[in-house]
Structure formats: C-alpha cells, structure tokens
C-alpha cells in the first residue's frame, strides 16, 4: 500500500453540524467508496464529549466502523471530559495520539481536520 493511499481525519470539533453534514459524510465515503485504502478518524477534543452525548453520531460512526473506518481518540482529551470508558464501549481504541499521530505526518499520511 502506498502512503498516499492513506488517509487520517482527525474531528476536534464540537459542532454536531461539522459531524454529521462533513467529517462523518466525507470519511465514510472516502472508505466505503474507496478513495483511500485506509482511514483513520481521530477523535480528539470537543469531539470525544459530543460523541457520548449524541446518539446519532453513535450510530453514524458505527456504520463508519462496519465500512473499515478505523475509529481512534485521544485518551488525555476523553479523559479530561471524562468519557474514556464510554468511548471504548463504542468500540474506540483510545490511546495517547502523539506519537501515532506524529509517525503519520512523517510518513506523508493525507490529512483532513474537522
């Protein structure tokens, strides 16, 4: 797989009309459709709390994991709202995001930020 073919999303915002009307639109079909062989989304910020809050983000994102999104977040940001454990019920991997993050950039990953 070439680098190019790879895309991360990281979602920081939390505005729910960002989630649903562009970041989660986009990212699903970038997988589903193809554009990118893999995608990443990265929940970080405001994002992690209005998640929890909102069942239909819940299962707009689940329908992203079911394509292969693969769904991560930051597990400093989730735990200052203090939604770690929730997250993790949806079936997030939430970890320290630095370094992946960081290893993506080096290795020329697509970015998009919402």
């Known amino acids: 797989m070439r680098e190019q073919d790879k895309l991360m999303v990281i979602w920081s915002s ?17 997988k ?17 709390k209005l998640l929890c809050e909102d069942e239909e983000l819940q299962e707009k994102l689940k329908m992203m994991q079911d394509n292969g999104v693969v769904v991560e977040a930051c597990v400093n940001c989730a735990e200052m709202y203090g939604v770690a454990d929730q997250l993790r019920d949806m079936g997030i991997d939430v970890k320290g995001m630095g370094k992946p993050l960081t290893e993506r950039l080096k290795a020329d990953w697509k970015q998009l930020n919402f």
Do not use: H, Q
Not at 22 to 29: D, E, I, K, L, S
């Open 14 to 30: 939390g505005d729910r009309d960002v989630a649903l009307k562009v970041c989660f639109m986009y990212t699903n079909a970038a």
């Open 32 to 48: 589903k459709v193809k554009w990118f062989d893999e995608v990443n989304l990265i929940v970080w910020g405001p994002s992690a």
